[in-house]
């Protein structure tokens, strides 16, 4: 079975450009999560859905950052404009149900390394 | 708030030695998750064991082991007989109950097994 894809691998851009990272979930997993990955700040989640639906988004840093979530099977993270303090490896994850069901884990995609000139 | 320490920024063992990777967290939950992640060089985190707050029985695997400690609010990750394969940033990360699906991420323990 196919894991979490992610798209692009990396990305080098210059700031004020916009970035769009894309995530296809694990089929049938309802739940996917974006996180970002820093020096600074370690692994930190931005936003999860729930059947496409956003749940929370109470980590999406400022109003750069958007995700959408258009169907089941694919996601989007976009970043406008980009800025420097954005170079960071962003991970998508998903889940078959919630984390309260007994042995459930969220299955991690590559994850797309960004650098902002 | 949920939080997850791992004190232990950098290891460094020499093949075959048994190294302990320390994870200490802190929750007002009653009930919650625990769990270990491995990331490779090559980046991708990999899922490594779940633990559930109500079964505190500790759990091997081939050379992994975990101790489970409520007391300690503990949750220590061991490997037994070290291999350079086995060289990667290690996570733990503690998920609530209220928290809906929310993983906290400690903040890693890099170890390095050189042969």
């Known amino acids: 079975d196919a894991g979490v894809i992610q798209s692009p691998r990396h990305e080098v851009t210059e700031m004020g450009q916009e970035v769009t990272l894309r995530c296809k979930p694990i089929?049938?997993?309802?739940?996917l999560f974006w996180y970002r990955q820093t020096m600074m700040r370690g692994l930190e989640l931005l936003i999860y859905?729930?059947?496409?639906?956003?749940?929370?988004d109470s980590g999406m840093p400022e109003d750069r950052f958007s995700a959408k979530m258009p169907n089941a099977s694919f996601s989007t993270l976009k970043i406008q404009p980009s800025e420097p303090r954005d170079s960071a490896v962003y991970f998508c994850?998903?889940?078959?149900?919630?984390?309260?069901?007994?042995?459930?884990?969220?299955?991690f995609g590559p994850g797309t390394r960004l650098l902002v000139l | 708030a949920q939080k997850v320490t791992q004190a232990q920024t950098e290891i460094s063992v020499v093949e075959k030695e048994d190294v302990t990777l320390d994870c200490v967290y802190e929750?007002?939950?009653?009930?919650?998750?625990l769990f270990w992640y491995k990331q490779p060089p090559s980046g991708e985190l990999v899922f490594l064991i779940r633990?559930?707050?109500?079964?505190?029985q500790n759990e091997i695997s081939g050379r992994y082991s975990w101790n489970f400690q409520k007391s300690t609010s503990s949750f220590n990750f061991t490997i037994t007989a070290s291999q350079v394969v086995d060289s990667a940033v290690y996570f733990c990360?503690?998920?609530?109950?209220?928290?809906?699906?929310?993983?906290?991420f400690g903040g890693g323990t890099r170890l390095m097994v050189k042969p």
């Open positions: 929750t007002r939950d009653t009930t919650y998750y």
């Open positions: 990360a503690l998920s609530e109950s209220n928290a809906g699906n929310m993983l906290t």
């Open positions: 859905f729930n059947n496409n639906v956003p749940i929370d």
């Open positions: 089929s049938g997993h309802d739940y």
């Open positions: 633990r559930n707050s109500f079964d505190e």
């Open positions: 994850a998903s889940s078959l149900v919630g984390l309260a069901a007994a042995q459930e884990t969220q299955y």
